[in-house]
């Protein structure tokens, strides 16, 4: 009996441990929640202060402690590590505010983070500065990026789409407020094309305008055509569209000026340089544009192609230079962007503010998606493996950028969720001959495509 007793304990520790492992291979989320946190909340509190000895990140304690501790005990005088707040858990890791003593600065503990990381046994450890003199430390238990799941709390809004989750747990919102303007590359298959749909369903609930320009006959935006206001399919009809664009541009930089022409004694607030500070009633809707292989726009066949793709180009610059005041903003996709697509692409990148890089096919790639902002996040973005498509380099030209995934959105849900909004998308009558044909879909009809009928005799 005593030996079967043993046994059946064995095995159940046996058994507790292989489900314990398996939960964390296969279901991190879950492992986290029941057995990492505790287990990284005791290892925190039992090692805090020696970790961070170990780091150097303490030091000496104010004279008048020193005093007192010499006065009222006989213990030896250590130095001491940062003051810490409270410890809030959260379904991806830990989140700690450090108060920083005299003579430290962020860099101080970021630069320690992996060594942080180790000691407590998490999967990375993030540094953001919170205010003079406060830290914040985000401990992340696992991979997030390996299988992506929103937050559900994200700070998004009008214009602003939490289209990604990032290595830190935190929601990537692509904000065109304070972007205007983007560029995104990535090689075929690496997941250019699901941030393209994540980005334009979270607009497509909004009182936005919604412009595609899909040179590749429309396979990547014609599944979108119930919600947007104009769509072209080929490098003619993009040459027909772009001056209709700048044109809608000019009129809305006449309403501007217009709306300047205040009489005296006009506060100072009713008076805007861009459609932003025109009253709500008076303001034109955004226009968002997706160009979907923007290279199709400057390769040519031929010599009478030149005089058409040079047109083409200039109305993009003017609307990437001037299209912010006016509401209206670019979101460029593409494999390669450089200057081999001939006159004016550089130029038109420069205007490109945000950067996007999913997977490349070389060097050459990520250095034109992110060389002149972050050269730094060049290496990350060619360390991208094919396995993981979703996966990117996001930049911007404060220097700053950060590993990202887009979550999984299917094709079906997609256009779904389009014909779904199709109501909301604002009228411009100007982009009315452009307005695809949206197929109405009934009750019955599951979206797909018919089976093919055989060849007959």
């Not at 997609?414 to 604002?426: F, G, N, Q, S």
């Amino acid at each position: 009996m005593t030996d079967l007793t043993t046994v059946a304990e064995l095995g159940g520790a046996l058994g507790a441990m292989s489900g314990a492992a398996y939960a964390r291979h296969a279901h991190p989320a879950a492992y986290w929640s029941t057995i990492g946190l505790p287990v990284s909340v005791v290892r925190f509190l039992a090692s805090y202060s020696s970790t961070m000895d170990a780091c150097g990140l303490t030091v000496e304690p104010p004279r008048w402690r020193a005093l007192a501790l010499r006065a009222t005990t006989r213990r030896e005088i250590r130095p001491v590590p940062p003051r810490r707040g409270l410890i809030r858990p959260t379904s991806t890791g830990l989140r700690i505010r450090l108060r920083l003593a005299p003579g430290q600065e962020p860099a101080d503990v970021a630069a320690s983070a992996e060594r942080l990381r180790h000691a407590w046994g998490v999967h990375a450890v993030y540094v953001r500065d919170v205010k003079p003199g406060v830290v914040e430390l985000r401990l992340v238990g696992f991979n997030v990026l390996r299988k992506v799941r929103m937050p559900r709390r994200t700070r998004g809004g009008f214009l602003r789409v939490p289209v990604a989750l990032r290595e830190d747990a935190t929601a990537f919102l692509r904000d065109y407020r304070a972007v205007p303007h983007e560029l995104v590359l990535g090689a075929t298959l690496s997941g250019k094309s699901m941030y393209l749909r994540n980005l334009l369903t979270g607009l497509a609930a909004q009182p936005v305008v919604l412009v595609g320009i899909d040179c590749k006959r429309g396979v990547e935006l014609a599944p979108f055509a119930p919600r947007l206001s104009a769509l072209a399919t080929d490098p003619t009809q993009a040459a027909e569209l772009l001056p209709v664009l700048v044109q809608e541009m000019e009129d809305r930089y006449d309403l501007i000026k217009a709306r300047q022409g205040v009489v005296p004694g006009t506060p100072d607030e009713l008076i805007t340089s861009d459609v932003w500070g025109l009253p709500e009633g008076e303001r034109p809707a955004p226009i968002v544009m997706f160009i979907d292989e923007v290279a199709e726009l400057f390769l040519v066949a031929s010599r009478k192609d030149e005089e058409r793709r040079d047109e083409m180009v200039t109305h993009l610059i003017r609307l990437a230079q001037l299209g912010r005041a006016a509401g209206i903003y670019l979101e460029v996709c593409g494999q390669r962007f450089g200057a081999e697509l001939g006159k004016g692409a550089t130029m038109l990148r420069a205007q490109l503010t945000g950067r996007v890089c999913h997977r490349v096919n070389d060097e050459a790639s990520a250095k034109m998606a992110l060389g002149d902002i972050a050269p730094e996040s060049v290496y990350a973005a060619c360390a991208i493996a094919a396995e993981t498509p979703g996966l990117a380099v996001a930049g911007d030209t404060s220097g700053g950028w950060s590993r990202m995934r887009t979550p999984h959105l299917s094709l079906a849900d997609a256009a779904a969720i389009c014909r779904e909004t199709a109501d909301l998308a604002p009228h411009v009558s100007s982009l009315a001959p452009f307005r695809p044909y949206a197929r109405p879909v009934s009750s019955g009809d599951s979206g797909t495509l018919p089976a093919p009928l055989p060849v007959t005799e």
